[in-house]
């Protein structure tokens, strides 16, 4: 008999929204089970959050560290496995150490952390414990995303010309951080989201998104960065020229300006023999595109995928799968990996993709450039 | 501390298509936990099923009459609440039955019964025994689906006049059934089915998604049903007109022979006012067609939409909900009424909406008239 | 050096919608010059229409019999080649019988007549003369629905098994004709169109798109015809279950009641081995499904089209032809197989497709047999 | 009785592209007739050419400097009335000069001329002379991208924050040049194109379509120029930051490397209000995007569009007008705008709308800044 992985939780209390995302995503295959929780920095609240999730009392925590701490001290039986950490930015590192280094593996959201010195520092401590770490750049989790990495891996395209990368939203286009809405707040407050507004949330996914798909890293970049909305601390917007390892060129913008947009996160890379186009709002869709030939409309379970983007649907072709979907493969093949490496035995390769603490470091060192960039009178800066 | 609600579970043994897809929409919200099941009618299999799944050897039971016998005689805070009946359609009258007259709810896939006669005796059990029954029509819990519902409701379109309903799949193009494909088998055969294959498995579903819409029942049709692939015993296409009790005429057209469709469903509903499209293989848009105005583009998660919509999404606007998550509406009001139930209180009205006995029933009548009016030199055939 | 081909049109007054399509169709390709005409039963508005179009007042003629009896008067190398006529349905058998026996080509508008009995007879009257006469079902001239027959004819598809031909509008969808304006005015009266209104004016389009692309006709037939709006003389809606010649089924359905739709005539075509899809709105795009393999998307311009296709689109892939062009593929190939035919040799075949006056009367049989089986009890009328 | 207007071609020989286009754009309206060419420098292909097209031998000339000379002794009534330059670059000044000198009317192709010196002083030939003189940036011709000009104009986006303005084609992926293909020998030729390759060809399109939507200009610029095909003389890529007047910030890319990619010139602007989205494949449709409500889909014919629109539309919704079209609709207005003159009235202020010689200044002095931007390290370069 199969018994799942406990799971505690740092952060996601009532009113969370990324929390509760990773607790469905967590869920959905039933590979997981969370049992314990710092939900809140206030006990009360933690607790309130863990019983509305059918959590006994003992297992909420009023912090991470008592949580570690009182976790470790259980039944191996009994205890968490790992620590999913759901925190604004300025609280992932403290966690993801205290856990690390008590032995206890972790997932945790993006981005790594609050600066690049934190993201190097765990980067360490990852590499000296040995523990297994997962960071949530989640949109490399859908089957289509990780069909294109492979089609270029395997050289469908040819050598890579062009790579253009949008993220445009348009939910802060108001001061919206003004109203105390919770998400607006933190995320462009300088002290829990660090030096980067929309380039650290969600320009980030978008660098990251990049670097998957193509397998090239960026090595340089000229940033145009901008706050639109008066009375903002940090960018709402930004326009970045890039180039990448391989000899690509490209473009990257993300945006919470852009009055309309959704979460219309979309990338076209270009190769000396085709093209292809992911859009993250209609993510079961590949346009694949040729010079001169009809292009082609790869769907999630048509015809013969590679088995990267195969293993990670669930079900037949056109029983759409989402973010939930996605997320939950980050979860399910951090999970399988952790299983194996408890039972002393190689996890199945298909199911080992997820992003590392590396590409956490790249996405911080990316803010850092991007940033310096946006404030720089030179045309190029090294990443 | 709140507590899951326990589910035991017919068929789904390993290799089942919608088995999984049950399991998965149970999990996604927390309120669901999966406590035994008869997964196969051989003992071995229905164990080792549910030990990949995490069960206890002696939660996993041969039959679904042992299920039920010996889950009923466990405490009453450890047993099963209620059941997931997950068999082909042959097997969902005789569990059902037992379930519920042994005090279990019961949560049962499409269609309703094997025929009429079985689901009319069902509808009569459900209502002597005042148990808790749905139906998992799971289209209809897409959000933008109850949007449209609310709309037209509410009169926005005006009294309706045309709707269009269609069901195109491909994957019956070729005869998979002679190649031991397991939904293949038992979809076209009349033991396991029923009298009709394309219009039992997914006519129904048109049947019922465009009466959930409109609020409108199908009050006479005229069919035209086909078989194409040569030896296979049932219906793989069928076209049918429609009169709908409020006026509206309409169109529904279902096949599994619609080369290279995957999961089409879609509809399009003509009201005096205005019209409104929405697919399946896109589900978080919903069109809404104006006279002489430009079309609106609804969208989940954007705007002002009604309660019943809004309640039934669970992220952000652009952060794509699929079929899963439909489904998972389904289980999760199933369970939040069954909670509410247990506890004396009345459901929150916003939730209590899934697919009952009652439409089931309506779904295996228009099974038989359709079937009859294929067969039939008469035009009109009420229903 | 080439001489233009000299038009002279029936019909087409200041205000006149398909008129001005006729003329502009007619000029795109600097094949034909519009050098007379009998532009309104009213002399001095057809003098004014004529003036306004560049014409002299001596060719601006009160009636068709006149201009026709006065052109053939004229020198050969001045006077008119071919007639275009423009009217409502209930003009065109009398010039176009006038125009045949004066030894005048005609190019003329759709449906064919008034009624079927008039179809036939102008049939007998082509054959009779020998002249060339073309049908403006303007849609068959679009380069993908070209594509589509070859596809079709080359086996592309295997056995064709379904075929579904959409043709919904939403313009009459409240009482335009009683405000007084043209087109929903004679559209709706019996007296100028026939005895159909919405089945006549855009179910013919679709029946000839239907049959044009598939290359079988509709055997068998069984219509659901309505009139939604109240107080109007014609239907303004149809559904219809087809059966065609070479064995598939299908569903026409044309409506000029669907709110909020314009334009959009569409035809989803499946075979055996794979099937195609074409929208009128985006006329540019032909989609291509196959079984378990990605669709393709055929763009106007962009491969290996067949010579029938590619000899029908004008400028490189990526510049979108739209209504007129398809309409002016009717009108350039109808002028260069005059040309062939007045210097004596055989056109190109690749510019000979046209409809011709055996389409208008399968369309005119269709408009009688499609009415007739509204009224019916019986399911199926042979058509 | 109304005369057409007398039209001279410079250039568009047999086999040119672009010299059909316009002959095509000039013939729809019925406002103009081609009535003598400079087809070719070669006298004999010039006269081939223009007996092809219908001319007298007499009015097929040898050079610009012929026709020019010659026509402007033919009598008031029967010379051209104006020229059309359809040549290569490096032709674009001198016919024009000789002709608006010479007292006609000029309507020249795109890029206006070979560098911004000739630009300049090609400029101050057409002030100084008052002839009229429109340059074809024919993708401000469709009547959607007038609908968002004027929707900017009239504030219903607020100040504009952001704009993407992308033109992707795919046709030079390859040294397509070394085939000899006609349009790509020049293209790529400095000799005949100038110092800019696909930034000259379409980037100016790009810019020209941002300038013209949002009414602002580019005041900054900073672009990654490549040329990524071995071999090949001028840029096929490129990627620009942008600062409009306004204070708008943006991204101009422009690519003939984009494997796939047909001819895929798209736009989206965001507001403070609201956002648009415009693409040219799909010219009937614009998107209109709004904070936290439905998006909007206007679309050519539908509703009540600016004036300014609704004027540059030929035929009822949902039938499809393309390229041609729009083309036509500058020559339309340019055919409109000189017949008033002519006539020394007022042009009606609804039909004057075409691209101007400053449009074509501005246009190359973005391409001097662009191609001197992608050799700087400098960031920002002044426009």
Same mark, same amino acid.
């Given at each position: 008999?199969?018994?799942?992985?406990?799971?505690?939780?740092?952060?996601?209390?009532?009113?969370?929204?990324?929390?509760?995302?990773?607790?469905m995503?967590?869920?959905?295959?039933?590979?997981?089970?969370?049992?314990?929780?710092?939900?809140?920095?206030?006990?009360? =609240?933690?607790?309130?959050? %863990?019983?509305?999730? %059918?959590?006994?009392?003992?297992?909420?925590?009023?912090?991470?560290?008592?949580?570690?701490?009182?976790?470790?001290?259980?039944?191996?039986?009994?205890?968490?496995?790992?620590v999913?950490?759901?925190?604004?930015?300025?609280?992932?590192?403290?966690?993801? =150490?205290?856990?690390?280094? @008590?032995?206890?593996?972790?997932?945790?959201?993006?981005?790594?952390?609050?600066?690049?010195?934190?993201?190097?520092?765990?980067?360490?401590?990852?590499?000296?414990?040995?523990?297994?770490?997962? /960071?949530?750049?989640?949109?490399?989790g859908? *089957?289509?995303? =990780?069909?294109?990495?492979?089609m270029?891996?395997h050289?469908?395209?040819?050598?890579?010309?062009?790579?253009?990368?949008?993220?445009?939203?348009?939910?802060?286009?108001?001061? /919206?951080?003004?109203? %105390?809405?919770?998400?607006?707040?933190?995320?462009?407050?300088?002290?829990?989201?660090?030096i980067?507004?929309?380039?650290?949330?969600?320009?980030?996914?978008?660098?990251?998104?990049?670097?998957?798909?193509?397998?090239?890293?960026?090595?340089?970049?000229?940033?145009?960065?901008?706050t639109? !909305?008066?009375?903002?601390? /940090?960018?709402?917007?930004? @326009?970045?020229?890039?180039?990448?390892?391989?000899?690509?060129?490209?473009?990257?913008?993300?945006?919470?300006?852009?009055?309309?947009?959704?979460? @219309?996160?979309?990338?076209?890379?270009?190769?000396?023999?085709?093209?292809?186009?992911?859009?993250?709002?209609?993510?079961?869709?590949?346009?694949?595109?040729?010079?001169?030939?009809?292009?082609?409309?790869?769907?999630?379970?048509? $015809?013969?995928?590679? *088995?990267?983007?195969?293993?990670?649907?669930?079900?037949p072709?056109?029983?759409?799968? $989402?973010?939930?979907?996605?997320?939950?493969?980050?979860?399910?093949?951090?999970?399988?990996c952790?299983?194996?490496?408890?039972?002393?035995?190689?996890?199945?390769? !298909?199911?080992?993709?997820?992003?590392?603490?590396?590409?956490?470091?790249?996405?911080?060192?990316?803010?850092?450039?991007?940033?310096a960039?946006?404030?720089? @009178?030179?045309?190029?800066?090294?990443?």
């Open positions: 008999m199969k018994q799942k992985l406990r799971m505690g939780m740092v952060g996601g209390g009532m009113g969370a929204f990324i929390g509760a995302v990773h607790r995503a967590a869920a959905i295959d039933g590979e997981i089970e969370l049992v314990c929780g710092a939900f809140s920095s206030d006990p009360e =609240k933690s607790r309130a959050s %863990g019983a509305a999730l %059918g959590l006994p009392a003992d297992r909420c925590y009023g912090t991470f560290e008592e949580m570690i701490r009182r976790e470790k001290r259980l039944r191996p039986d009994r205890r968490m496995q790992f999913s950490i759901v925190t604004p930015n300025h609280v992932h590192f403290a966690p993801a =150490k205290m856990a690390l280094e @008590n032995g206890f593996a972790v997932i945790c959201d993006k981005p790594l952390a609050f600066n690049l010195k934190e993201a190097l520092a765990l980067e360490k401590i990852v590499e000296k414990t040995g523990q297994l770490f997962a /960071l949530t750049h989640n949109y490399t859908y *089957p289509m995303v =990780k069909q294109a990495r492979q270029i891996r050289g469908e395209l040819g050598a890579l010309r062009k790579v253009v990368v949008e993220y445009p939203q348009g939910w802060l286009s108001t001061p /919206l951080e003004s109203s %105390g809405q919770k998400q607006a707040s933190w995320r462009t407050d300088p002290a829990r989201s660090g980067a507004g929309a380039m650290g949330d969600i320009g980030t996914h978008a660098e990251n998104l990049a670097e998957y798909i193509t397998g090239q890293h960026i090595t340089e970049l000229c940033a145009d960065i901008s639109f !909305v008066p009375g903002r601390a /940090l960018d709402d917007d930004g @326009n970045v020229l890039l180039h990448f390892s391989g000899g690509a060129k490209g473009i990257l913008h993300a945006s919470q300006i852009s009055a309309g947009e959704e979460n @219309n996160l979309n990338i076209r890379v270009y190769g000396e023999k085709g093209g292809l186009e992911w859009r993250q709002m209609e993510p079961n869709t590949l346009l694949v595109k040729w010079l001169d030939r009809p292009t082609q409309v790869y769907r999630t379970g048509v $015809g013969n995928l590679y *088995p990267e983007a195969q293993a990670h649907t669930r079900i072709a056109g029983h759409p799968e $989402g973010y939930l979907e996605a997320f939950a493969n980050i979860y399910r093949n951090f999970a399988l952790l299983r194996a490496r408890l039972e002393g035995r190689e996890p199945d390769p !298909v199911y080992t993709d997820f992003p590392s603490v590396h590409d956490g470091v790249r996405g911080m060192r990316f803010i850092e450039k991007v940033i960039s946006g404030k720089s @009178n030179k045309k190029w800066v090294g990443v």
